[in-house]
């Protein structure tokens, strides 16, 4: 009958696996408790950078590794006035935070309601356009998708919206301007108010009426 051959333990190769252990545990732990230092936000016009790190959980500048990306997306956007959030970590101890905002497009009187880009009701208020009176359901629904594509900084401008339909086009808008101008527009050409700047140029400072919705020229008061 044949021995067993008995093998011996190499208390070397023990030591060795036990020591690199610890060190990848010990390594471990460091890492765990290195913090997030530098926060970056892009996108924010509606909250402070320090509000979107309140939002987001970071206030306190938690471990790095232990703060997921994606937990601190779904933080972000459990909120009405974010509509994306894409988190980006360049490094260890960075996070940059790039926010797309659901932002107001105009307070719609008949309702008593601020309107967000998603179509969502509020009652925050905000200094956007007001619609002064009501608009029917299906051109509401066109009139707010109008809205949204156009360039925000020109909504602003904008102080008070009127629905004004006439005998040519039921979708037609007279839109009070905050330098005093006012301008007719038709929902089938509303991304003409992207130019108004450069319109209202043209006519040295004029006020009156510009008239885009049919033909594009300009009615001086008085």
Known sequence: MAKKKKRKIKVKNVLLVFIITIVILFCLALLTDVKINNIVIKGNTIYSDWEIIEKAGLEDYPSSLKTLSKTIENRLEDDDYIQSVNVRRPSLTKVVIEIKENVPLFYYLPA??????????????????????????????????????????????????????????????????????????????FDKIDGYLEIIKEFDNKKGILYLDSGEYFEVKG
């Not at 925000?152 to 629905?163: A, C, F, G, L, Q």
């Open 112 to 189: 008593s309601k601020t309107i967000l880009a998603n179509n969502k009701e509020v009652t925050d208020n905000f200094s956007v356009p007001t619609v002064i009176n009501y608009i029917p359901d299906n051109i509401y629904k066109k009139f707010v998708s109008a809205m949204k594509d156009i360039n925000y900084d020109i909504v602003k401008r904008i102080s008070e919206i009127k629905y004004d339909p006439n005998d040519v086009d039921d979708g037609r808008f007279l839109l009070s301007m905050n330098d005093g101008n006012q301008v007719y527009l038709t929902l089938n050409n």
